[in-house]
């Protein structure tokens, strides 16, 4: 009867790779260090990116968004975003701009004022976004 061996190290690279690719991204104690820059006048503006999602064809109609970090997943939104060439899972949404928002929110947590943005945004609102997320969990869409 022949040997079998097992390659567990593919395996085991395999189960890593997805865990990265699935892990959601924990932004607390970087919003809670944006909101002090800003309440200290750090920051002055929050501008959206000249860079825009990429083109939507035909081919890709469906899950293409026109908005950066977002794509369809069935009838949802999802957010993503890349950290250290690895895509984060933001979470899934039922609308594409609240998807958006998420995705901005991620993006100024991780990547400060340099980061790539849908939409632009004042100190203040932005202040009143992370605010809202650190007291509720949750992200403000309006």
């Given at each position: 009867?022949?040997?079998?061996?097992?390659?567990?190290?593919?395996?085991?690279?395999?189960?890593?790779?997805?865990?990265?690719?699935?892990?959601?991204?924990?932004?607390?104690q970087k919003l809670?260090?944006?909101?002090?820059?800003?309440?200290?006048?750090?920051?002055?503006?929050?501008?959206?990116?000249?860079?825009?999602?990429?083109?939507?064809?035909?081919?890709?109609?469906?899950?293409?968004?026109?908005?950066?970090?977002?794509?369809?997943?069935?009838?949802?939104?999802?957010?993503?975003?890349?950290?250290?060439?690895?895509?984060?899972?933001?979470?899934?949404?039922?609308?594409?701009?609240?998807?958006?928002?998420?995705?901005?929110?991620?993006?100024?947590?991780?990547?400060?004022?340099?980061?790539?943005?849908?939409?632009?945004?004042?100190?203040?609102?932005?202040?009143?976004?992370?605010?809202?997320?650190?007291?509720?969990?949750?992200?403000?869409?309006?």
């Open positions: 009867m022949p040997e079998i061996r097992y390659e567990m190290k593919d395996e085991k690279s395999a189960s890593t790779k997805n865990k990265n690719l699935s892990q959601k991204l924990d932004i607390k809670i260090s944006l909101r002090w820059r800003i309440l200290n006048q750090y920051v002055s503006v929050f501008v959206s990116s000249k860079k825009k999602a990429k083109s939507v064809t035909k081919k890709n109609l469906k899950r293409r968004s026109k908005y950066i970090g977002v794509s369809k997943n069935n009838a949802n939104w999802q957010a993503l975003i890349n950290v250290n060439q690895i895509k984060k899972y933001i979470g899934t949404f039922t609308d594409e701009l609240q998807a958006a928002r998420a995705y901005d929110l991620y993006s100024v947590a991780m990547k400060g004022e340099e980061a790539s943005l849908n939409f632009d945004y004042t100190p203040s609102d932005m202040l009143e976004r992370i605010q809202y997320f650190l007291e509720y969990d949750y992200i403000k869409y309006d």
